[in-house]
């Protein structure tokens, strides 16, 4: 099944925007993407990056953001953060990080789903939805003879979807293929990296030049809405391995 659309999650870009925020746009939409994922951290701080957006006629159908309460940290304004995806033309808020203290237990993993579910009734009164992005530890950790993350979907309303980062299930343990295909009708969105499947940021690679099977996780995942192209490090020009990722995988969005 071809993709249907291809984003950047422009934390691979952090670095840049912290420089120039309508410049590092603008080589984005250059490189031929037509969507990004943005995050809600970045358009609380003023209109800079909406306005960027905007200018260069991207669309972000996809917006990260805390949903969930942390220790030390102030409350979620969950009113403000679907306010602000309602204004970027988000259709999903993606919770992109719990970090793996947050995952001791069963009943954190219950914890967790509650406020998820809690979220996503939320999000239903803005017209959105909630989504859940993974890191490896939650495939790592395992609780009733089932990994974190299995269970958490376990647990979770219909409503939640996934935002699977394929790379970190690998590097959890977990064959990404099945992992998908076993939990395709909740996954919507990947996010698509490639390497040597290890915790080493720096020597992640452009889609295609690694040891990910990133076409066949693409196959196995029906009711995808976009892949999101995405570098947690690079030991190059990160813009240079963006646009070879897209290069490999621009081909394969369906027109």
């Known amino acids: 099944m071809p993709l249907r659309s291809l984003s950047l999650q422009l934390y691979s870009v952090r670095n840049a925007l912290d420089e120039d925020i309508a410049g590092t746009i603008q080589r984005v939409a250059q490189i031929g993407f037509t969507q990004v994922e943005a995050s809600y951290k970045i358009l609380s701080r003023g209109p800079e990056l909406l306005d960027a957006i905007r200018a260069t006629d991207l669309i972000a159908p996809t917006m ?31 919770e992109t990080f719990l970090p793996e203290p947050l995952w001791t237990s069963a009943d954190d993993v219950s914890r967790i789903a509650d406020e998820l579910n809690a979220a996503a009734e939320k999000a239903a009164g803005y017209g959105l939805r909630v989504g859940y992005h993974n890191h490896w530890w939650e495939l790592e950790r395992e609780f009733e003879g089932m990994t974190a993350m299995d269970l958490l979907a376990s647990k979770l ?36 990296k490639d390497g040597p499947v290890n915790r080493t940021n720096t020597e992640q690679r452009p889609a295609g030049q690694g040891r990910m099977p990133v076409l066949e996780v693409i196959e196995a995942a029906p009711d995808l809405e976009a892949g999101v192209i995405e570098f947690d490090d690079y030991d190059g020009d990160v813009f240079e391995a963006i646009a070879q990722s897209f290069a490999y995988l621009a081909p394969r969005v369906s027109a």
Request: charged share 25%.
């Open 64 to 94: 990260t953001s805390p949903l969930l309460d942390r220790e030390g940290i102030d409350r979620v304004d969950l009113d403000h953060v679907f306010a602000t995806a309602n204004e970027l033309g988000a259709s999903a808020v993606i």
């Open 157 to 192: 309303s219909p409503e939640v979807v996934f935002e699977i980062d394929a790379y970190w299930v690998a590097v959890g343990g977990t064959d990404p293929i099945e992992f998908v295909t076993r939990h395709a009708e909740r996954v919507h969105f990947l996010h698509l």
